[in-house]
């Protein structure tokens, strides 16, 4: 038979947990009965990729909130299957769009019929994180920089293949407008993801292409890509040895990059929103998310929704003017 020192014990250990709860509990937030179920990311591409990052977020924002916050890839239509099923939504908190530039910017320019419109389908939350492009050549070609990849593609006209996520993606566009800039004449071919991308790279099938330093680093280490030149206006943290498009001569790469962002369809509360952006906020700031994040070349956004929009405005205008310089319309 228990003793009463014991039950005393054993009292002060169940209001110890039930404590550990409660403080658990008001720790949690729940605005206007948001969320009452878990929350759906879709990611409107393949598995794989910079997209999968959110799942560093993810376990902190269900501490937040209480509710798990599911990452689902939905690739097809150059991310306008995902997009839309998001925008089809409720406005409700429980489905969110983790899309980058590619989908809600590019793609649409890009895609005379797409049906994704940015500006009225969907409100921005925050900025997840941005990072440059890499431009990357199969090890087998016999080219180690930029001006050597441009000779031996003039030698060949449209003899090598480039891949990208999709038409009218970053990746699509970027090369694009290298290819125009420079007079190569090189066939595009289109995947569903950025990792199946890049096994063609390392395979041979492509010739060359543009990635992520993050995305592209085993390959590299593997000596079966070779990394030539970054965009953007500052050499990528992990990758100080690749020397940006401006330092080796060519103008006009310095602000294209992939920005990745959380939106919700359009209607969504404000209040959610501003809850939501926060947290992203707070862990992009400080902590080992930001962290990871800076050790894989990306930058963390700290900015509010309203300035995450106003960027997008600008991306519509700047990507509008490379779309128009490349010529690249594909009729969806």
């Not at 250990?13 to 009452?36: C, K, M, N, Y």
């Not at 050499?235 to 940006?244: F, L």
């Not at 862990?283 to 930001?290: A, Q």
């Amino acid at each position: 038979m228990p003793t009463r020192r014991e039950l005393l014990g054993a009292a002060a250990g169940i209001a110890a947990v039930a404590g550990f709860g409660l403080e658990r509990a008001r720790a949690q937030q729940t605005i206007d009965g948001w969320p009452s179920r878990s929350v759906r990311v879709i990611s409107p591409t393949g598995t794989g990729g910079p997209g999968q990052n959110f799942r560093f977020y993810a376990d902190q924002l269900k501490d937040k909130f209480g509710q798990s916050f599911v990452l689902e890839n939905m690739p097809g239509g150059s991310g306008s299957v995902g997009c839309m099923a998001v925008a089809r939504s409720a406005p409700d908190g429980h489905t969110l769009l983790l899309a980058s530039n590619s989908h809600i910017v590019l793609a649409p320019l890009v895609l005379t019929n797409s049906p994704v419109n940015v500006k009225k389908d969907f409100v921005p939350i925050a900025l997840m994180f941005t990072f440059p492009f890499l431009l990357l050549v199969n090890s087998g070609l016999p080219v180690r920089t930029v001006k050597e990849l441009v000779a031996y593609a003039k030698a060949r006209p449209g003899e090598l293949n480039y891949g990208s996520p999709g038409v009218g993606t970053g990746g699509h566009l970027v090369t694009e407008l290298l290819v125009k800039r420079t007079g190569i004449q090189a066939v595009h071919v289109p995947y569903q993801a950025t990792t199946q991308q890049m096994l063609a790279a390392a395979a041979g099938t492509l010739q060359f292409t543009f990635d992520t330093v993050g995305n592209a680093r085993g390959m590299v280490d593997a000596g079966k890509v070779i990394p030539l030149a970054v965009t953007g206006a500052r050499r990528a943290v992990s990758a100080p040895d690749v020397a940006t498009f401006r330092e080796l001569g060519y103008d006009g790469f310095d602000d294209l990059f992939v920005a990745n962002g959380l939106l919700a369809p359009a209607g969504a509360s404000p209040a959610v929103i501003k809850a939501l952006n926060r947290e992203i906020v707070r862990m992009n700031t400080d902590g080992p998310i930001r962290q990871t994040l800076i050790n894989a070349s990306y930058e963390p956004g700290t900015i509010a929704p309203e300035d995450y929009g106003a960027m997008i405005d600008r991306e519509l205008k700047l990507w509008g003017d490379v779309v128009q310089e490349t010529g690249v319309r594909v009729k969806a």
